[in-house]
């Protein structure tokens, strides 16, 4: 129905900072907000503030990992219980529901900071306990006691919930009661935790997929010889051990399709609702993720570096729009960044998209079957500063910084704190095995791309008080408002000019006594 | 009394840019407000928030060059007269007296936007009219005529002014009316214009300097030769054209030496006015200013580009304390930015500088003679978007825009936009008249020159809510706030770890068909 964009890359492969990208439109070195946990500065704008401008509403229904800057509120005086506070401590959205999905408690508390809507939901519909989303939503059952999500070893056995009330049909039947209560033009971030780990689904979707359905991990000795030390570091992780045993992967892998194929059946759902209601006409659809997932490819687990698997993502985008008809059902091979639907849901709100502030581009060319001048290179990055991987590496946490660029062909990944950077070449090497900076060899394309992210690190991000179109008319105003300075005598331009400087003396006060 | 640091480059050569660097410790291209009249993002953090929360008051006297962010303000619900409001639009300063100094009146208004106080003054003074900024402090007399100082033709007049009642001395008033009835701890921002155009002094200022004080204009054929199309497009400018003239320099510069002079005189004013109130022992004092003045030089005026005369600024830091005692009275060759004010201020008020907001370094290490590890390069930026020049050279505003880095020898100039880079060799051509770039030679150089600018571009300028200390401290944290993932059967780690996710199931739900 739409076109799928087949090298859609995130702005930074971990959900928060990869969600602060989608939000703002721009890099992760742009908003500031790097890593999961890392406030979104206050004032940041957002697709919330560039869309009601428009107006379109902007509205959130389950996960954005956004941490308020309650520093930054509190100095600027913004409460959150105000509108605009609430939207800044939301990264620009309006909450029709947040849930994170991850209602994990320790001894200091739940890692989500707020209470859990869908713990009240299963409470409601008699699962019971403090936190119903661990011990039923993300827990199956062995021998009378929970088996918890948490352990992979749990992974093939079904949630103990029944199917319709596990996290994503919830946050399916909140978008539809949303969509049935809401009126006039809106945006909707919809936004589903799974396949997100704890790793356990509900029947029937737990036995789906077996075994036979896991395919080979992508990984080759060569990777280990003489590693990057970052990439060497992150392979010695708890996840990536825990992906190097193929236990993990055939008791996970097959969850994880099987939470997939749920989402799938789910936007099923959304789409049925849309053509029951006739509004599917009216909707554009877009299916992406905020990163991509190892699963014990390159040895490694979840996402955080930038090989294909982790920093690539899926999309998808729906437009009804008849002007879309002439690329509806194909794919399109331009690189296309995550920063890029901001810009194209200003575009698609029947704005023009502020390129001052935000740093992608609208992809509604390539939906018209256009072939707009495009940009040469895609940009990721990842802060680790936090991680224990910087700790094992003694970076401060300014050095623990890492940089992709990728022109299609070459990848290249620079690594602050001294180290070498990566290269590959996806070409002749698809699979990102040879990294072909380990050699001396390849200096001409590690030159050619190092020059790439200097260009992008000299990008102009935060002149966002003044538009391109501002500064076109702001050129040469300063006479119009009255300067008119470096003149000699004033015989340099029309007498009316320097009217304003001539006329009688008032009163003489010049003690002008050039002999002293 | 102090140390004068001989190597000190403002981060943009121009005054609105340049003021904000200093205001905000943090480079053009952090805080976006890249030239005059760009407003300056709300929220960006100041010099006044980093002091306050020392307990240090933040007072403006005199020029800002702050243009409020009107409309980030109102999108936060921020009003110019509540006191967060009025310091977001004051760059974070308290406003004892603010005044621009240039009190221009065109056809569309005035060029400062508020009513200038210093006019005010005037006319209590007897002063008549609505302008006697311009028509007495900035203008002599001429056959019963107002000779404005707008021309360079009177510059050599004695401005029409009583000098105790020129902008200078009442901003010293001002200053020590501000000392008299403030108390406790603050940081004042004495901010004089002069000696800005109008170049015009009263007397007897006027004719201290004569034609013969007038040194020879750093210039050569040879930068007139083949010259970077943007050097090439500033000396064809009007005030370059100016200043080209001998009878112009002639003029204008004994006039600026006269304003400078005044400047010297009211300074020592103030510096009486804290030793006769025997304060001067508990008060800091650094000299420095926005920006430097070709007039003629280069075959330019004003400033805007990145030779010596334009770039450079004079500083000098008097600090008062007995640790100080070692490097008072010498120079320091140090590369030293006006960032690096911010920086020291914060230090000087006893707090610990916040090195993820604040760009600069504090500056006290050399003040007590130690050599602390330095920076290697400076960086300064030149945003001439919305410039005639640009509009000659058919750029887009994104597109106008210079990067200096300078490692204390080698000067090179970036210009976005597509054009060759300028470089100068300030050990053997210390006047900067041969741009080393013309040629193909000094590739390593400028390849080298090019790894700093990269390396600057990839900084970490906008994680602002996260110090590296914070950083420190989440290490390891998430363990500690319940998420315990990647763990194949919970053996990994201590039992007592996993408890929270054992327990007996409360009920039943989940349908394990293995077969099906």
Redo the contacts between chains.
Sequence with gaps: MGVRFTNAYVQSPICGASRMCFYTGRYA??????WN???????E?TMG?HLRKLGMACWLIGKTHMKA?A??MA????SAD?Q?GAR?AECGFDTWIRDDG?W????????DEKRSPYNEYLNAK????ENPW???AN???DD???A?G????NAD??????EEDSETPWLTNETIAFMEQTKGPWCAHVSYIKPH??YIV???Y??MYGKNHVPQAKRSAVERENPHPVFGAYMEN??AQ?FQ?D??REKVIPAYMGLIKQCDDQLGRLLDHLEQTDTLKDTMIVLTSDHGDYLGDHWL?EKDLFHEPSVKIPMIIFDPRAQADAARGTTCDALVESVDLAATFVEAAGGEVPD?IIEGRSLLPWLRGETPDWRDYAISEY?Y????Q??KLGL???DA?L?MVFDGRYKLI?A?GGFRPMLFDTQTDPDEFDDLAKGDSHAEQIERL?GM??Q???R???????S?QD??N?????????????????S?VPEEL?Q???????????????D?
């Design positions: 070195s742009s908003h500031g907000a790097q946990g890392f406030p979104l500065r206050v004032g704008q503030d800057d520093e930054g100095r600027l005086g913004l105000s605009i800044q991850l994990a408690q320790g001894p200091d508390g739940f890692y008699g699962y019971e306990g661990a011990d039923y827990a199956g059952v009378d006691q929970i918890s948490w352990m992979f070893r056995k079904p949630a103990n919930i029944r780990w704890p509900p029947a029937p737990h036995n708890k996840i825990a045993r236990e993990v687990g001052h802060d500063s936090a991680t224990p910087a700790v401060a946490p300014r910084r940089f620079h602050e190092y992210l200097a992008w690190g000299r102009m991000s935060q002149r966002v008080t003044r391109e500064i076109i702001m050129r040469g105003r300063s006479g119009r408002l009255g300067v008119l300075p470096f003149m000699y005598d004033g340099e320097t304003k400087y001539r006329g009688p003396v008032g009163q003489v006060y010049a003690k002008d006594d050039p002293t």
